[in-house]
């Protein structure tokens, strides 16, 4: 996208910022499927520390990281228990009935949040009707949710109980440092409990791609054999990796500046007419357009002529994220650019509306 406009639509869109070029410049490679890649086994070292876990694998993507641990803990045939606006559910292209033979049980959780409560009543046992739970998966944060966190001791219970019953919990984790930004605790604390955590290094922390499945060593051997099954197996992938250790480590920091900016944003269309807004916790602010008169993709197309991108989710609402990229004197001008864009002609609306 071009320079000029400023790009709400998601976390993933930040550029890789110059100390991350000149990383990927300098970075020293080898053949990552031999294991000879000393940038992807520093990257993997280090991620396994920060997240407190015994191994960590990088991945291409989130998505097949959380294909890859769906597949570690389940056999074929089983359930995987998860929010019902969760990710690996919408948005992963069935990846988990197509790699692992698995289908969803999708529960709503409050404002995206499942407790062991709501859990507890959707584990299948073997009995002659029923597909077993072969899994519990969580998102924190959860994107649809509006970027909500989990209180580490609802994760913690969830996992003790499942682990009491034999269960996994896989952790998406892709905006796991919003969360512990959010919670001012460490992300090892948030993950403690957890299996398996994925998180992405190209979301907020802005590397141009990459994620990494932590877990126990012989999870991510396994977890490495499936990686390669699935085409990830990357050669000299230190060129990214280098990326991603700047992001890992410098970048955690920065965090609640895009989140104070979430905030910003969250209030200033708050005051907008028509634009019902979720309060905003991370940094991704969902609204609710249906009162301005205007259809999300209407939007989309006006606040895009005005310079500000944003995508909408449905017919009525539409999500915008905070990111390294967009400063607040950036999001000043986007909040001048959607008042502008929703409020200038709704009188003329109205009356064709009426006609
Ligand atoms: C972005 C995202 C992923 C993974 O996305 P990729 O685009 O495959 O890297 C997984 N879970 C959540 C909650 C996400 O927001």
Same mark, same amino acid.
């Given at each position: ?44 070292? &280090? ?13 291409? +993507? ?11 803990? +389940? ?18 292209? =069935? ?9 969803? &049980? ?13 859990? &507890? ?9 029923? @597909? ?24 913690d219970e969830i996992c003790d109980r499942a682990?009491? #019953?034999?269960?996994?919990v896989h952790l998406d984790g892709a905006r ?19 299996? +398996?955590?994925?998180?992405?290094? =190209? ?9 990494m499945l932590c877990g126990r060593a012989e999870?991510?051997?396994? @977890? ?23 992001? #890992?480590?410098?970048?955690? %920091? ?5 989140? @104070?900016?979430? %905030? ?5 269309? @708050? ?18 357009? =249906? ?8 939007? =989309?197309? %006006? ?5 500000? #991108? ?17 400063? &607040? ?27």
């Amino acid at each position: 996208m071009n320079e000029v406009f400023i790009d709400l639509r998601s976390d993933t869109v930040t550029r890789p910022t110059p100390a991350m070029r000149r990383a990927m410049a300098e970075a020293e490679v080898g053949d990552d499927v031999y294991g000879e890649d000393p940038t992807v086994n520093r990257l993997e070292q &280090r991620a396994a520390e920060i997240m407190g876990k015994e191994a960590a694998l990088f991945v291409p +993507t989130g998505t097949m990281g959380n294909t890859i641990a769906v597949k570690l803990h +389940t056999r074929h045939g089983q359930e995987v228990i998860c929010e019902a606006r969760s990710h690996v559910f919408n948005y992963e292209l =069935s990846m988990m009935a197509w790699f692992s033979g698995c289908v969803p &049980r999708p529960i709503q959780g409050e404002g995206g949040i499942l407790t062991w409560e709501r859990i &507890r009543d959707e584990i299948r046992p073997l009995a002659p009707h029923y @597909a077993p739970t072969g899994l519990i998966e969580l998102e924190n944060t959860h994107n649809m949710a509006g970027g909500a966190v989990y209180p580490t001791a609802v994760v913690d219970e969830i996992c003790d109980r499942a682990h009491e #019953l034999g269960l996994a919990v896989h952790l998406d984790g892709a905006r796991i440092f919003n969360a512990a930004a959010f919670l001012g605790q460490p992300v090892d604390r948030l993950a403690a409990k957890v299996d +398996t955590v994925m998180f992405c290094l =190209s979301k907020g922390l802005g590397a141009p791609a990459g994620s990494m499945l932590c877990g126990r060593a012989e999870a991510i051997d396994q @977890a490495r054999l499936y990686r390669k099954r699935l085409g990830g197996g990357m050669r000299q992938v230190g060129v990214l990796a280098a990326a991603g250790l700047i992001a #890992l480590e410098e970048h955690p %920091r920065l965090l609640s500046c895009d989140h @104070a900016n979430a %905030r910003f944003l969250a209030e200033g269309l @708050a005051a907008i007419p028509g634009i019902r807004v979720s309060p905003a916790v991370t940094n991704i602010v969902i609204i609710d357009v =249906s009162a301005t008169g205007f259809t999300s993709s209407e939007l =989309s197309a %006006r606040f895009k002529q005005k310079g500000v #991108l944003v995508n909408g989710i449905n017919a009525r609402q539409m999500r915008l994220l905070t990111h390294y990229d967009v400063d &607040r004197a950036a999001c000043e001008r986007a909040l001048k650019a959607i008042r502008e864009a929703v409020t200038s002609d709704t009188c003329a609306r109205r009356e064709t509306a009426e006609t």
